[in-house]
C-alpha cells in the first residue's frame, strides 16, 4: 500500500477545520442514544480551505523503500467531498530510487499524487543529481517514480560537466543520467 505520511510542525487551519476535527474525534455520544455516529455525518463535514507551515511530506512504497519526499514553506489546500488536495509553495525535495536519493530539486511550487506516484513541479526547477552531478533546470517537470523518468519541459537546460544541452522537453532518468528526446 503507498501512503503519503504527512509530518507537521505548525498548523493553522481555515474555517476551524481543527476545532471541528478535535469536537468530532473527542466528543462521547449522548447518554441514551448508544448508535454510533453514522459515516454520514464524516461526510457532512463542511468544505474548508486549510494552511499548514514547514509541512514535511513523504511516500513510501510497497516494500517501504522511501519514494520521495518534499519539504516547503507552505502547504496552501482545500477539502472537498472527503478528498483534500493542495500545492506546496517554496519546495525543496528529493527522489529516490531503491530507497535513496539520487536527485534533490527546488521549486518555487509543487504537488504529489501518492496514487500515482507522481511529483509534478513548476515556476522554475532547478535539480541536480546525487549520483553523476549532473544539472536541470526547466520551467516544470513531471516525475514518475514508476517509469524512473523525468518529463522536463520549458526551456529546459540539462549538463553533465562541460556538456550543456537545450531544449524545449526532455525525458531523463530519475539520477539524470541518461536523457531521451520528444519528437
Given at each position: 500500500?503507498?501512503?503519503?505520511?504527512w509530518?507537521?510542525?505548525?498548523?493553522?487551519v481555515?474555517?476551524?477545520?481543527?476545532?471541528i476535527?478535535?469536537?468530532?474525534?473527542?466528543?462521547?455520544?449522548p447518554v441514551?442514544?448508544?448508535?454510533?455516529?453514522s459515516?454520514?455525518?464524516?461526510r457532512a463535514?463542511p468544505?474548508?480551505?486549510?494552511q499548514?507551515?514547514?509541512?514535511?511530506?513523504?511516500q513510501?512504497?510497497?516494500?517501504g523503500c522511501?519514494?520521495?519526499?518534499?519539504?516547503?514553506?507552505?502547504l496552501?489546500?482545500e477539502a472537498q467531498?472527503?478528498?483534500a488536495?493542495g500545492?506546496l509553495?517554496s519546495?525543496?525535495?528529493?527522489?529516490?530510487?531503491?530507497?535513496?536519493?539520487?536527485?534533490?530539486?527546488?521549486?518555487?511550487?509543487a504537488?504529489?499524487?501518492?496514487?500515482r506516484?507522481?511529483v509534478v513541479a513548476?515556476g522554475?526547477?532547478?535539480?541536480?543529481?546525487?549520483?553523476?552531478?549532473?544539472?536541470l533546470?526547466a520551467?516544470r517537470?513531471?516525475?514518475?517514480?514508476?517509469?524512473?523518468?523525468?518529463?522536463?519541459?520549458?526551456?529546459?537546460r540539462?549538463r553533465?560537466?562541460?556538456f550543456?544541452l537545450?531544449e524545449r522537453?526532455?525525458v531523463?532518468?530519475?539520477?539524470l543520467?541518461?536523457?531521451w528526446?520528444?519528437?
Amino acid at each position: 500500500m503507498n501512503v503519503a505520511i504527512w509530518r507537521v510542525r505548525q498548523v493553522w487551519v481555515g474555517v476551524g477545520l481543527g476545532i471541528i476535527l478535535g469536537l468530532t474525534a473527542c466528543q462521547s455520544p449522548p447518554v441514551g442514544n448508544p448508535r454510533p455516529a453514522s459515516t454520514d455525518s464524516v461526510r457532512a463535514l463542511p468544505e474548508v480551505q486549510f494552511q499548514v507551515e514547514a509541512p514535511v511530506l513523504e511516500q513510501t512504497d510497497a516494500q517501504g523503500c522511501l519514494l520521495w519526499r518534499l519539504e516547503a514553506r507552505v502547504l496552501k489546500g482545500e477539502a472537498q467531498s472527503g478528498e483534500a488536495q493542495g500545492m506546496l509553495q517554496s519546495v525543496r525535495g528529493w527522489l529516490y530510487r531503491a530507497g535513496k536519493p539520487v536527485l534533490e530539486f527546488s521549486s518555487p511550487f509543487a504537488r504529489a499524487d501518492s496514487e500515482r506516484q507522481e511529483v509534478v513541479a513548476w515556476g522554475g526547477v532547478a535539480a541536480r543529481s546525487k549520483v553523476n552531478q549532473a544539472e536541470l533546470r526547466a520551467r516544470r517537470i513531471v516525475w514518475r517514480a514508476r517509469a524512473d523518468r523525468i518529463f522536463a519541459s520549458e526551456g529546459v537546460r540539462l549538463r553533465w560537466g562541460a556538456f550543456e544541452l537545450q531544449e524545449r522537453v526532455v525525458v531523463v532518468d530519475t539520477a539524470l543520467e541518461k536523457a531521451w528526446g520528444v519528437p
